[in-house]
Nanobody, 124 residues
Framework: QVQLVESGGGLVQAGGSLRLSCAASGRTSSTYNMGWFRQAPGKEREFVARIRWRNGWTDYADSVKGRFTISRDSAQNTVYLQMNSLKPEDTAVYYC?????????????????WGQGTQVTVSS
């Protein structure tokens, strides 16, 4: 089992920045990818970004490319999501996610472990 605990959400004005953190504990050696999904009210949970734990390869949703950066601290078993140039449409609950296998395109059905979620609200 892997436990994921997010932090760093909050309220920010459009154009501002936030950094989310996700600390992993437990059987972290089984983790292949870690990443972030988000879910806005009335919408399905969607992929945001992921990082391959072993070599740091990253992947982003088109909607956040150039604005969000995912990174990891292997020693701390922590993954970060730096969010810049935030827009009101980025408002959602952000969930940390971990998988134990590789997927060409990551969807919520592929995720093995979820964090509890952290709210990000961007005001216009």
């Amino acid at each position: 089992q892997v436990q994921l605990v997010e932090s760093g959400g909050g309220l920010v004005q459009a154009g501002g920045s936030l950094r989310l953190s996700c600390a992993a504990s437990g059987r972290t050696s089984s983790t292949y990818n870690m990443g972030w999904f988000r879910q806005a009210p009335g919408k399905e949970r969607e992929f945001v970004a992921r990082i391959r734990w072993r070599n740091g390869w990253t992947d982003y949703a088109d909607s956040v490319k150039g604005r969000f950066t995912i990174s990891r601290d292997s020693a701390q078993n922590t993954v970060y999501l730096q969010m810049n140039s935030l827009k009101p449409e980025d408002t959602a609950v952000y969930y940390c996610a971990a998988t134990t296998a590789w997927y060409t395109n990551l969807s919520q059905d592929d995720v093995d472990y979820w964090g509890q979620g952290t709210q990000v609200t961007v005001s216009s």
